[in-house]
């Protein structure tokens, strides 16, 4: 079967740095996606990696080890709106996206 | 550009009743997805469509769920009867091919009593 693990919760202090580690088991692969949901709203788009290695957008990294079957999405300068749900995503060989149930992360002062 | 719009925000019903949810993707966007979300876990694919084509509907219950996007472009879901356990955020989506990088609206929280 297809599967993605993440945290289920995580926590971490602003300011700091946080890592959100993603593993999946999928039938084929073509990328790698991390979306965002707040609390009580849709997710929304935040990276994609397809070849192996990190990829920046601002504060926030994520990083794809296909071997591994591995990705994880890097935090930086946390700030109190980053508390969220990160999602992790696979899209498999048929290119249907495998979602996992989300790492909900809260930030504290 | 405007974004997906979904209707209505909320819906309260009793079990074996029936709703409706209507989605309008993005302009230009061939690709829709309703996908199902149970608070605490990740969105569920329901069905998706390219233009007015099913791609996938295999985990739609289609005993009680149906949907259309009979011109290609928004979209209806409906449950009948609904059961308890269809107590859920409805959430629609677009995406201009079947890249993975959708865009959602705000979902549809139905509460069924």
């Known amino acids: 079967g297809q599967n993605i693990d993440q945290p289920t919760e995580m926590t971490a202090t602003e300011g700091a740095i946080v890592q959100i580690n993603c593993t999946y088991q999928t039938s084929g692969f073509n990328g790698l996606f991390w979306y965002q949901q707040h609390a009580g709203e849709a997710p929304t788009f935040l990276s994609y990696?397809?070849l192996d290695g990190l990829e920046e957008k601002g504060r926030f990294s994520s990083f794809l080890s296909r071997s591994k079957g591995y990705s994880y999405l890097l935090l930086k300068e946390l700030q109190m709106k980053d508390s969220a749900s990160y999602l992790c995503a696979v899209m498999d060989s048929n290119y249907q996206l495998i979602w996992g149930a989300g790492t909900k992360l809260i930030i504290k002062p | 550009e405007a974004g997906v719009a979904q209707s209505p925000r909320y819906k309260i019903i009793e079990k074996r009743q029936s709703v409706a949810f209507w989605c309008n993707p993005i302009?230009?966007?061939?690709?829709l997805y309703w996908y199902q979300q149970i608070l605490g876990q990740g969105p569920k694919l329901l069905i998706q469509f390219q233009n007015n084509g099913v791609v996938d509907d295999s985990q739609l219950p289609k005993d009680r769920f149906s949907a259309e996007r009979l011109k290609g472009v928004d979209s209806t879901l409906k449950i009948q009867p609904a059961k308890l356990e269809d107590s859920a955020v409805y959430l629609c989506?677009?995406?201009?091919?079947?890249?993975?990088?959708?865009?959602f609206g705000e979902g549809s929280r139905l509460t069924v009593l």
């Open positions: 989506a677009s995406s201009y091919g079947n890249t993975g990088e959708l865009f």
């Open positions: 302009s230009g966007h061939a690709t």
């Open positions: 990696n397809v």
